[in-house]
Every structure is written in C-alpha cells, then in structure tokens.
C-alpha cells in the first residue's frame, strides 16, 4: 500500500528553527511536495522537491532524498503566523498526490 | 497567476436537500480537478479527479451517485451533494491542474452544514 508519515504535532519557539519530517512509500514517485494549511482554510503551495538534495526559499527549505523515502521542511527564523499544519504529499506514478495527515505545528512565544 | 475560485464560501442547508459547489480556474485551463473533503482536525481525502470532458474517477468509499461532479469546461467544475444529510458537513476543497503538470493549485474551499 502507499503511505505518508510525518508526526501529528510539533511545538517551537518564535525565532528558532524547527524541522518537519516526513517518509512515504508509494507505488512510483514523480515529486513530492509540502503544503501549509491554516485552520478553516485551503491549503497552500510550500515548495516541490523531485531531485535529491535541499531546496531553499526564504525561511522554508525542503530536503529530498529519494533512497531512504524521506523529505523534511525546515521552518527558520520562526514566527507566530507560521502556527499550521504542514502537509506533505507525494505524487506517484499515475500522478496522483497521496496525502500525509498534517503535522500541525504551534509556535509558542 | 494560477488562481482557482469556489462558491459559495460557506452554505447550510437542510437536511435532504441538494446543494451544488463551483470550482473554477481564473487564469489557466484546469485539464484535471480534483474534490477534497476534510474533517475538523483530519487530513484531506481525495474524493475524486474529475477531467474534462469524461466522467470522474471516484476514491473508494465515494458514492457517485451521491456527489455528482461535472467537468464541463477546462475552467469549471461542479459537486453536487444530493439528499445531504448532517454527516456530510464538512470543509470541500477543490484543486486544479494545469497542462505543464506537476502543482495542483487549491481554490479557498466552500464549508457545507448540513441542519
């Protein structure tokens, strides 16, 4: 079967750094992506990691690597507005995102 | 760019009735749409993939007979929750894809209460 898992909860201080893992096993792999949803809206875009290596964009980067199933988001600088829940989806072979739970993320002062 | 729209935002509406969401691109042909449903506090399901112009590819679990969804047009698609009973509330979320691939770009969602 395909499976995402990323913890249910993490919680970080304002102004540090928190990492946000996530493994899969999935049928194919064309692309795995990270999405930030806060409570009562839609998801919105992170960042999409298809090569292996580390991808920056301002406060966010994303780690891929292919062989070991694993992804992480590294949130720096954190602050309060970035209390969320993290998705992490892969696409697979017949390009279908398949969803992990959300790791929901609290930001303490 | 890659903006998608869903009306109504929030709708309630009494049980047994029929209640229909739109979805559409604003600035790019969707050739594939796909209708989430989410649960307070759960992750997004996929309920089914819909592209244009052919009938939908609904999630096992998903009765089509119970949510229609209509790809008419590469800008717009339509779910239909019929007979809506209280247990369908929930948050719907539509998405779209464009023709280059890979994003799916997600519209703000629509809240069903169903009384």
């Known amino acids: 079967g395909q499976n995402i898992d990323q913890p249910t909860e993490m919680t970080a201080t304002e102004g540090a750094i928190v990492q946000i893992n996530c493994t899969y096993q999935?049928?194919?792999?064309?692309?795995l992506f990270w999405y930030q949803q806060h409570a009562g809206e839609a998801p919105t875009f992170l960042s999409y990691?298809?090569l292996d290596g580390l991808e920056e964009k301002g406060r966010f980067s994303s780690f891929l690597s292919r062989s070991k199933g694993y992804s992480y988001l590294l949130l720096k600088e954190l602050q309060m507005k970035d209390s969320a829940s993290y998705l992490c989806?892969?696409?697979?072979?017949?390009?279908?995102?398949?969803w992990g739970a959300g790791t929901k993320l609290i930001i303490k002062p | 760019g890659a903006v998608v729209s869903q009306h109504p935002s929030w709708v309630i509406c009494k049980s047994g009735t029929s209640v229909k969401i739109e979805c559409r691109s604003l600035?790019?042909?969707?050739?594939?749409m796909f209708w989430y449903r989410q649960f307070p506090k759960q992750s997004l399901m996929l309920m089914a993939t819909?592209?244009?112009?052919?009938?939908?590819?609904?999630e096992q679990g998903v009765e089509k007979d119970k949510f229609l969804i209509n790809h008419a047009s590469l800008t717009l698609s339509t779910l239909t929750v019929t007979s809506a009973h209280p247990e369908d509330s929930s948050f719907y979320i539509c998405?779209?894809?464009?023709?280059?691939?890979?994003?799916?770009?997600f519209g703000p969602g629509t809240r069903l209460t169903v009384t």
């Open positions: 998405s779209a894809g464009d023709l280059a691939g890979y994003e799916q770009y």
């Open positions: 600035d790019f042909q969707a050739t594939t």
């Open positions: 990691n298809v």
């Open positions: 819909s592209n244009e112009g052919s009938k939908a590819t609904y």
């Open positions: 999935t049928s194919g792999f064309n692309g």
């Open positions: 989806a892969v696409m697979d072979s017949n390009y279908q995102l398949i």
